[in-house]
Nanobody, 123 residues
Framework: QVQLVESGGGLVQAGGSLRLSCAAS????????MGWFRQAPGKQREFVAT????????GYADSVKGRFTISRDNAKNTLYLQMTSLKPEDTAVYYC????????????????WGQGTQVTVSS
């Protein structure tokens, strides 16, 4: 099993920045890819970004491309999401996820999930 714990959420004004962290523990040697997803009230959980845990290659949703950056620190088993130029429509609960396969944009491909951290962007 892999355990994931997110942190770093909060309230920020539009145009501001936040950095989310996700600490992984347990069978971290099995992780091949990690991702960030988000879920706004009344909406489905949607893909934000993904990263290959070993090679660092990344992928982003069009809605965040150029504003968000996903990265990882393998030595610390920690995933990050640097969010800049935040917009009110970025308001959501942000979840990190891990899988034992290649990076994927589909939430159904991830077997491990954190509890989520709230990000609220005020206008």
């Amino acid at each position: 099993q892999v355990q994931l714990v997110e942190s770093g959420g909060g309230l920020v004004q539009a145009g501001g920045s936040l950095r989310l962290s996700c600490a992984a523990s347990g069978r971290t040697f099995s992780i091949r890819a990690m991702g960030w997803f988000r879920q706004a009230p009344g909406k489905q959980r949607e893909f934000v970004a993904t990263i290959n845990w070993f090679y660092g290659s990344t992928g982003y949703a069009d809605s965040v491309k150029g504003r968000f950056t996903i990265s990882r620190d393998n030595a610390k088993n920690t995933l990050y999401l640097q969010m800049t130029s935040l917009k009110p429509e970025d308001t959501a609960v942000y979840y990190c996820a891990a899988r034992e396969g290649l990076p994927s944009y589909s939430r159904d491909d991830y077997g491990y999930w954190g509890q989520g951290t709230q990000v609220t962007v005020s206008s």
